[in-house]
């Protein structure tokens, strides 16, 4: 594990060189004789806390810390002052400005380190909260509110993200009345990152989706221009994502799709369910990717199964993961079901070797009647 970083200003060179010494034994640390110093080493890597002197020469540290709060990238970091003036003044100075903590020289070693531990623990558990408000935001905007209603067909949808969450996005529109379009993704990654990076990629969907759709209902040309746009943007450049585009026509019975690599869906049928074969390229490796489009038709009580790699990674009591034929046994058993997709997570989980998924898990699954 990665040792916490800390910064220390101080214009004294001997205590300067003990510090340095003490919290090197826990923490990665740099140091700087005055506050310019120290906005040049900030510049060059923001540490996890700042402890400073007061009075330095150039830049003392009541300047350093207002240079810090103009900046949006620094404001938030952890700051102590360390210093030889114990009047109120200076320390509600110093409370006023966002200090966090503040220790009187002559100081004892054993108490600035308790005091950085306890910093570290409540900054830890902030973030944790932070990041937990923040993944809890994403998710809202990554999945939908309603499922279409039509007659003649059930649609369910499960969708349950591990901690903060990955990448996983389910969206859909109805792009003319009678015909839908789902899109049913993974974006690389784990965590508040790829969450981000989630709701980035699903936002070039729905753009393309808007302004093409005049001019062709083709899922793999819809899949292409989001390529084409994922190749481009500098900042997507390093995202790669598996994308499942849908067009869904019940009065056909049909649902056209293009799959850029994600997970093949399942045909769920009263005497055969079958794997939906094609697969194309993973979005964001080749900016001359084709795409192919392919129709499945939905007979009288099947089902069209989607779902996300989380469900496929499970890994069961045997060791094995449950893999595309665990998915397809626990369908068809799940057909008839109530709650399909429910009755299907429940056999998964019970064959499974801890009582909970261990990833994002994101299921759609649309019955004919």
């Known amino acids: 594990m990665a040792k916490h970083s800390i910064l220390v200003v101080e214009d004294e060179h001997t205590l300067r060189r003990l510090l340095e010494y003490r919290l090197g034994k826990l923490y990665h640390v740099r140091t700087a004789a005055n506050g310019e110093e120290a906005v040049e080493r900030v510049a060059e890597e923001i540490p996890d806390l700042i402890i400073s002197d007061i009075m330095m020469p150039r830049m003392d540290g009541f300047a350093l810390q207002a240079a810090l709060q103009e900046d949006k990238s620094t404001r938030a970091i952890p700051f102590i002052f360390l210093t030889a003036k114990a009047d109120d003044s200076s320390r509600m100075r110093g409370m006023r400005m966002g200090v966090d903590d503040y220790i009187t020289k002559p100081f004892d070693i054993e108490q600035l380190l308790t005091r950085i531990e306890r910093l570290m623990e409540r900054t830890k558990i902030y973030q944790t909260q932070l990041d937990a408000r923040i993944g809890k935001d994403f998710s809202q905007k990554l999945m939908p509110k309603k499922l279409p209603d039509v007659d003649g067909y059930t649609v369910y949808f499960h969708n349950s ?209």
Request: with cysteine.
């Open 161 to 369: 993200p591990r901690e903060h969450g990955g990448g996983d996005l389910f969206d859909w529109t109805e792009s003319e009345p009678g015909t839908f379009f789902f899109t049913i993704g993974d974006v690389m990654g784990k965590g508040l990152q790829a969450k981000f990076y989630a709701f980035s990629f699903l936002s070039y969907v729905r753009g393309t989706l808007h302004a093409m759709l005049r001019e062709t209902t083709s899922p793999a040309l819809l899949m292409q221009r989001v390529n084409n746009l994922l190749m481009q943007d500098e900042v997507m450049e390093e995202t790669f994502a598996s994308l499942l585009l849908l067009k869904w026509e019940p009065a056909k019975n049909q649902i056209t799709y293009t799959n850029a690599g994600h997970c093949r869906p399942i045909l769920v049928a009263p005497h055969e369910t079958s794997v939906v074969e094609q697969s194309d390229i993973i979005l964001g490796l080749d900016p001359n990717a084709k795409f192919t489009d392919r129709t499945v038709e939905i007979p009288e009580g099947a089902a069209f199964l989607a779902y996300t790699d989380g469900l496929m990674e499970q890994q069961l009591a045997s060791g094995e993961m449950v893999g595309e034929e665990g998915i397809r046994e626990g369908a068809t058993r799940a057909l008839w079901e109530p709650n399909p997709i429910g009755s299907m997570l429940t056999d998964v989980l019970n064959r499974s070797a801890s009582p909970s998924f261990d990833d994002d898990i994101l299921v759609f699954w649309l019955q004919r009647k």
